[in-house]
């Protein structure tokens, strides 16, 4: 590729976000555009700015609403939200938890905070996400069951207790297949949906087909509350045990400190909740944009013979389309790319950097890893902000 075809794909970038005039088109910046000064100023006036207040219930509240899930629980910020959910799924220390390697740091930070070890499992090309075959085939060739019928790895005897999936870049991965297999296996599935509000599979919110699920609020994502998290629930008494260890596992009472439990400072506070509030009030909005810009790069790929591909969303979901990926032909375009973009004001990104490309990852297992390494050495993020 040469840099005029770079060159005609920052054209349509600064059109679509009005930018012709050469201003910087960052990757994802926030909208404030509905009551979030009101709710705030709201807030503060009532005093109740920190861990209790109308606003807390009522993110919850409307976060169940929002995606179907029976119960809601708010979290600091997403990477609490997946340690609380390790947790709450049975995850403890040596266990082995599957997951991707093309995911945010957080997902195996999570995990290594308990202790227990992430294993790397392909992901599919489409989706981007989680591979269901590439997972089935590393739980057959790889696990036994022991004389109590504990799932262990074969090699090292560790128990397999969890796996957990995470929809890339808003996009849905085949959850229902891989759930599926985790019932077969008797293992735990955990969602991290940090970057999947507003994306549905075959109809249900992401988030919402596990036991648990994580969403991140943090201020590059498709709504934010500066920093927060939410764990969704189908199980009402999973719920309030989360409430429960999330807010120092206290004991109700008029005036005594007693707690039952190693508890956790893991809850929003009030004014957090209260930007959650306005922005979840503008999210139809907000989505409604991103389809438009998806719309305008698939249309621009699909009528280019440059051979840069637009990840479309896959079979049977609708994506939020958080952060719109296009592959390219090689590596080195990529990377010409991502600097003729940042040279001139746009800002693009790869795909993080693979989690055992990474020190603290280095040693922990993986399979084949095919799609994985193909979509690192090709995916760049282009600009996704919402456009009002
Ligand atoms: C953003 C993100 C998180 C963490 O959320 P924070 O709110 O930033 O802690 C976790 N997993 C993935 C995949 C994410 O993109």
């Known amino acids: 590729m040469t840099d005029k075809n770079y060159d005609s794909i920052l054209k349509m970038i600064r059109n679509r976000f009005h930018a012709e005039d050469g201003k910087f088109v960052p990757l994802h910046a926030p909208t404030f555009a509905g009551n979030e000064k009101r709710y705030l100023e709201e807030c503060i006036d009532s005093t109740f700015v920190s861990s209790v207040g109308a606003f807390v219930d009522r993110f919850e509240r409307d976060m169940a609403a929002f995606t179907g899930a029976k119960r809601a629980v708010v979290c600091v910020n997403g990477t ?26 957080a997902t195996c930070n999570a995990i290594s905070y308990i202790g227990a070890h992430p294993v790397f499992i392909d992901v599919d090309y489409d989706t981007m996400g989680l591979s269901p075959d590439a997972l089935r085939s590393w739980l057959k060739e790889n696990t036994e069951r022991d004389g109590d019928g504990t799932l262990r790895n074969k090699k090292n005897g560790r128990r397999v207790k969890a796996v957990v999936p995470m929809h890339t870049f808003g996009h849905p991965c085949r959850i229902d297949m891989i759930a599926d297999i985790c019932d077969e296996y008797g293992i735990e599935l955990v969602e991290d949906a940090a970057e999947s509000i507003g994306s549905w ?13 994580a969403i991140s609020f943090n201020g590059n994502k498709t709504i934010t509350t500066g920093g927060g998290g939410m764990l969704l629930f189908n ?29 956790y400072n893991y809850r929003m506070p009030n004014i957090n909740a209260a930007l959650g509030c306005a922005q979840l009030e503008e999210i139809d909005g907000f989505l409604k944009s991103k389809r438009e810009t998806a719309e305008v790069y698939k249309n621009y790929f699909s009528g280019s013979d440059d051979g840069v591909r637009f990840m479309a969303e896959p079979e049977n979901s609708v994506s939020n389309y958080w952060l719109n990926a296009v592959a390219f032909p090689s590596r080195e375009d990529r990377d010409r790319f991502l600097e003729y973009s940042n040279d001139h004001g746009v800002m693009t990104r ?28 090709t995916i760049v993020n282009l600009p996704s902000s919402v456009v009002l």
């Open 350 to 377: 790869p795909i993080w950097e693979l989690m055992w490309r990474l020190p603290m990852f280095e040693d922990c297992e993986r399979d084949s890893q095919e799609n994985t390494i193909r979509l690192a050495d």
């Open 201 to 213: 599979y075959k109809g249900k919110h992401t988030g919402t087909f596990a036991r648990v699920g």
């Open 80 to 105: 609490n939200a997946l340690h609380m959910a390790l947790m709450l799924a049975g995850v403890e220390r040596d266990d082995e938890v599957l997951t991707q390697s093309l995911s945010f740091i």
């Open 235 to 263: 199980d009402e008494k999973l719920a309030d045990y989360a409430k429960h260890l999330t807010t120092q596992a206290k004991v109700p009472s008029r005036w005594e400190f007693v707690h039952d439990h190693i508890g």
